[in-house]
């Protein structure tokens, strides 16, 4: 508390030499003068004096034979001053506080948190048909006028909070996973008719189990991508063995083709390395409205460089983002070296791109029995040829159409065949 009231009137830090500094301070402290942070350096003292008691130190020093310099002034009358005399910087802290309670007026960013089904493209959009953007202000914004206008906008949207954090509006959302799988079902159930499964490309079943639909194919039978292998229509029959009706479905059923899967990949024997000189320059810029400002480079472009680049947005304090966007870029100076490559990196190169061939198979449920891997060079090229033996579930669903069977065509078919 005792340094806050000295800095607020002003003290200063003193140099005291002469004939008796000893008996200085005594006069001081018996004239009720406060010094303090008194430090001896043989020749001389320092120490801290109030502004007051400074003024009081005249008759001292004459009784003493000393004599007294300020080193430094500190304390709040002295900052002022200085302050004062830097009339451009007052202005500019002036202006930032002016400018700090406009924009605060002002609503600068919009965050969504909670969506999933809702997407945010269409959320924004929903937002902006309702008067709410970036740059509004945040007197026009009714917040419980905008959470029933969300609620009644989106049906699967159960639960919104709107609300306001600096210069952002932060609009949590809640979805209600039932009405969406409703919707699901629903659309599910609208679907004409049934579906078969179908053979996805050339093969041979290998195994197979049906669970609804018709099979039309068993173990060990050879199949062509688009041959059906479950029918998504059963026939009803009558006693004498017509077809009196079918009843559609999705066809269901695990089953497995075993066929061939061929890749290919090339290369080039030859090859360019970056070989970095070290020389880099480094760019700033600006983003105001879309608009990129950039600080030129002195000096000749470097004929090949790469560009790294870093870029943050502008926040004065906590929560008041404002729209302008502050960056550098690094460009660096490279020369471009010929190289060969070896045998073992072609190798190397090749076998990461079939490894990667293999996990996408893998996610896709694709089983690998067997794989023959060739690697040859012609012409300056490396080729690589890999055959796969794969067994893979089918799954390509074909819309069945729809089988008129009435009891006149019935008739009709039985008295040509009657004849």
Not at 101 to 121: A, R
Not at 145 to 159: G, Q, V
Not at 167 to 172: A, C, P, Q, R
Not at 210 to 221: C, E, L, Q, Y
Request: with cysteine; hydrophobic share 35%.
């Amino acid at each position: 508390m005792l340094q806050t009231v000295q800095y607020c009137k002003g003290y200063l830090h003193i140099k005291v030499w002469g004939f008796s500094t000893e008996r200085f301070m005594n006069l001081c402290s018996n004239h009720n003068i406060l010094l303090w942070n008194i430090k001896n350096h043989g020749e001389y003292y320092t120490m801290c004096i109030s502004l007051k008691g400074f003024y009081e130190l005249k008759t001292i020093t004459r009784k003493t034979g000393t004599k007294v310099a300020i080193t430094k002034r500190c304390g709040l009358p002295f900052f002022s001053k200085r302050m004062l005399k830097r009339k451009i910087f007052i202005a500019g802290l002036l202006g930032s506080f002016i400018f700090l309670q406009w924009i605060g007026n002002y609503i600068l960013t919009i965050e969504i948190n909670g969506n999933y089904f809702v997407t945010e493209d269409v959320f924004v959009d929903f937002l902006n048909e309702y008067g709410i953007d970036e740059g509004i202000k945040k007197k026009d914004v009714d917040i419980a006028r905008l959470e029933k206008a969300i609620r009644n906008e989106y049906e699967i949207i159960t639960w919104t909070s709107v609300q306001m954090n600096g210069n952002k509006l932060i609009i949590h959302i809640k979805e209600n996973d039932l009405i969406q799988n409703k919707n699901i079902e629903k659309e599910t159930k609208n679907e004409t008719e049934g579906y078969h499964l179908v053979a996805d490309k050339d093969g041979v079943i290998v195994d197979m189990v049906t669970r609804s639909g018709v099979p039309k194919v068993k173990i060990g039978d050879e199949v062509k991508a688009g041959d059906i292998l479950v029918e998504g229509c059963i026939p009803i029959y009558q006693e004498d063995t017509t077809v009196k009706r079918y009843e559609y479905c999705k066809a269901d059923a695990d089953v497995q083709i075993k066929s061939t899967l061929s890749v290919s990949e090339t290369l080039k024997e030859t090859y360019e390395q970056k070989i970095y000189t070290g020389k880099k320059k480094e760019r700033g810029y600006l983003i105001i409205n879309n608009k990129q400002i950039m600080i030129p480079i002195l000096g000749n472009q470097y004929e090949q460089y790469d560009v790294l680049e870093e870029i943050e947005q502008l926040e004065l304090l906590d929560g008041y983002e404002i729209p302008i966007f502050y960056g550098k870029k690094c460009i660096r100076e490279y020369m471009l070296q010929k190289k060969i490559f070896t045998k073992e990196e072609v190798k190397e190169i090749f076998e990461k791109k079939v490894q990667k061939f293999i996990q996408t198979l893998d996610e896709k449920g694709v089983q690998i029995i067997e794989k023959n891997v060739t690697i040859n060079k012609n012409k300056g090229i490396w080729n690589l040829k890999v055959d796969f033996v794969v067994t893979q579930k089918a799954e390509t669903m074909q819309k069945v159409m729809a089988i008129e069977n009435n009891e006149e065509e019935q008739s009709k078919i039985a008295s040509e065949q009657g004849e």
